[in-house]
């Protein structure tokens, strides 16, 4: 096995967001779930990837948090291909199969990665007020009048993500969402967390975007791949984007780390296809590591 540490997202060390990879040996199988986990838990980071290849360009990728495995991460599987590219496994703008929990993607690897995200789903609207104001708790107690013009709404590209629209760039900034209330609030609908977003009508961004998965021991993500995808059909379902777009999402400002997510958005045979990808950064990497 091949351990590394990879920034994804950004072009420069230390900033993005940060994921473990793991590239098994060729035909080995993947060690134990709860070996997987441990090692995770042990990186402290939010997502490690775990890889092994199945043919050329076929690659099966599974994803644990430090409390358990989830079907898909975003981050991750920029950083896994990203470091197939850079480890010469796969040349410079190959298309390959990645399958995952969440269903079999297709992902171009490269310098810069680019992956399909599953079809869009509106999972839930927050249109009953007794839970709209559940939620505008747990996120710190907004008041109905910073939100944005938009709907509260659950929106999943592979995994479900409450996308929470608020009116400007310095109610987003300002956000202290309160922790224990947004975990429970997750577990009982049943979704990764909150992914907040704004739109300066003067800047070069599609939106800035933050994003909190407590639930996954994740306070605060600085740059979410399957979140902005799900925010991406979200604008296209309101109409703010269009067949064709790109969008540039500014996410980690918060943190200190900011990173830049690119989405795009087409139709095929009437149905929404979602890609999303970035560059990242390889910060270090081990030949060999101990497995009990």
């Not at 838990?41 to 990728?61: K, M, P, Q």
């Not at 608020?166 to 956000?175: F, I, S």
């Not at 149905?271 to 270090?284: F, K, L, S, T, W």
Request: charged residues 20%.
């Amino acid at each position: 096995m091949k351990l590394f540490i990879v920034d994804a997202f950004t072009e420069t060390p230390f900033g993005g967001n940060t994921a473990g990879v793991v590239l098994l040996k060729p035909g080995c199988d993947f060690p134990e779930e709860e070996w997987m986990r441990l090692l995770a838990a042990e990186l402290r980071y939010s997502e490690t990837a775990f890889v092994r290849r199945d043919g050329a360009a076929e690659f099966t990728v599974r994803y644990f948090t430090p409390a358990g495995e989830i079907d898909l991460c975003g981050h991750a599987t920029i950083a896994s291909f990203g470091v197939l590219f850079r480890e010469g496994i796969v040349p410079e703008g190959t298309l390959c199969l990645n399958h995952t929990l969440a269903g079999d993607l297709e992902v171009v690897a490269g310098e810069r990665v680019m992956m399909q995200m599953v079809t869009p789903v509106r999972v839930q609207t927050f249109d009953e007020p007794v839970l709209l104001g559940e939620l505008l708790t747990a996120m710190g107690g907004l008041k109905p009048e910073q939100l944005g013009k938009w709907p509260a709404e659950t929106f999943s590209t592979g995994l479900p993500d409450i996308i929470l629209p608020l009116r400007d760039v310095a109610t987003l900034q300002a956000l202290q969402p309160d922790m224990p209330a947004l975990t429970a609030l997750s577990e009982r609908l049943d979704v990764v967390g909150v992914h907040a977003f704004a739109i300066d009508p003067d800047d070069e961004y599609t939106a800035h975007v933050r994003n909190f998965a407590p639930r996954y021991a994740i306070p605060e993500e600085s740059a979410t791949g399957t979140a902005n995808a799900a925010l991406t059909g979200y604008l296209f379902h309101h109409r703010v984007i269009g067949d064709g777009a790109q969008c540039f999402f500014l996410q980690g400002e918060a943190m200190g780390r900011p990173s830049l997510v690119q989405t795009t958005m087409k139709l095929k045979d009437g149905v929404p296809d979602i890609r999303v990808g970035g560059p990242c950064a390889i910060v270090a990497a081990s030949s060999y590591f101990f497995r009990m």
